[in-house]
């Protein structure tokens, strides 16, 4: 059974939790690993983040063809899409159990409602 590396207890289902961030998040932890992730975006909109384009083309797409009993055959054809600009973003993920992940939501949750903030 694995460690959970932030409560160090045993856990069988690994989590993670990603954050994107502006700055190279991995000098505060280094646990963090770095995911690329692509997100489409207008054309006439600047970005201050490197953005891919691609011409028009095909995709993927997944269909059951057949089910015979327990035997399911899964195939995949080529749906026609058009051309596509997409931002790089990058998200910087930790493993974790259930139990941190769920800790990191609710405080997450809480940051998001303005409860960590000191009024005066």
């Known amino acids: 059974m694995e460690k959970c590396p932030i409560c160090g207890g045993e856990c069988e289902d690994m989590r993670h939790v ?4 502006l700055y190279e998040i991995r ?8 995911e690329t ?7 006439d ?3 201050l983040a490197r953005t ?12 059951v063809s057949d089910v015979k009993g327990s035997l399911t055959t ?13 931002l790089e973003k990058s ?8 139990s941190c992940r769920g800790d990191f939501l609710n405080l997450f ?6 409860k960590h903030i000191e009024k005066e």
């Open 18 to 21: 990603g954050v994107e961030c």
């Open 27 to 34: 000098e505060l932890v280094p646990s963090a690993v770095v």
């Open 37 to 43: 992730v692509l997100t489409e975006v207008p054309e």
């Open 45 to 47: 909109i600047k970005y």
């Open 52 to 63: 891919k384009r691609y011409p028009a083309g095909t995709v993927d797409s997944l269909f």
């Open 74 to 86: 899964i195939d995949c054809k080529q749906v026609p899409i058009p051309a596509v600009r997409l």
């Open 91 to 98: 998200l910087f993920n930790v493993r974790c159990c259930k």
């Open 109 to 114: 949750k809480a940051w998001s409602e303005g």
